[in-house]
Nanobody, 124 residues
Framework: VQLQASGGGAVQAGGSLRLSCVAS????????VGWFRQAPGKEREFVAA????????YYADSVKGRFTISRDNAKNAVYLQMNSLKPGDTAVYFC??????????????????WGQGTQVTVSS
C-alpha cells in the first residue's frame, strides 16, 4: 500500500485547509486510516482516524469540533477537513494505514503504512 498526502499550506489563524490521503495498491476501506502530526522537537501525535469498514471515526481531544475526517471509497481517499485552525496546529501532517484494534487506534507504531507528510503552517 502506498499513501500520498497532500493539501497542506500556510493559513492564518481561523482559516481552513483540507488534507487528502490517496491510497494505491489496496483499497483503503480495508484499513483504518489515521492522520498524525509532528511539530518540530515534538513526538508524532494522533489527530484523527477513520476505522476500516466504515465502523467509526475518532479524534484527538485537541481537534474535536474543528477537524472532520471522511472517506471516499470510490476514490480510495481519506480527507481531513481542518477548520478554525490555530497556531498550535502547525506541524507536518502524515496519513497512515493499518489495522489497529480500537484501543490502539492512536498509536503511531501500530500503523504499517505511511505517507510522506504535508506541511501545515498556521500564523497568528
Amino acid at each position: 500500500v502506498q499513501l500520498q498526502a497532500s493539501g497542506g499550506g500556510a493559513v492564518q489563524a481561523g482559516g481552513s485547509l483540507r488534507l487528502s490521503c490517496v491510497a494505491s495498491g489496496r483499497t483503503s476501506s480495508s484499513f483504518t486510516v489515521g492522520w498524525f502530526r509532528q511539530a518540530p522537537g515534538k513526538e508524532r501525535e494522533f489527530v484523527a482516524a477513520f476505522r476500516r469498514n466504515n465502523s467509526g471515526s475518532y479524534y484527538a481531544d485537541s481537534v474535536k469540533g474543528r477537524f472532520t475526517i471522511s472517506r471516499d471509497n470510490a476514490k480510495n481517499a481519506v480527507y481531513l477537513q481542518m477548520n478554525s485552525l490555530k497556531p498550535g496546529d502547525t506541524a507536518v501532517y502524515f496519513c497512515a494505514a493499518g489495522t489497529p484494534i480500537l484501543s490502539a487506534i492512536s498509536l503511531p507504531s501500530i500503523y504499517a503504512y505511511w505517507g510522506q507528510g504535508t506541511q501545515v503552517t498556521v500564523s497568528s
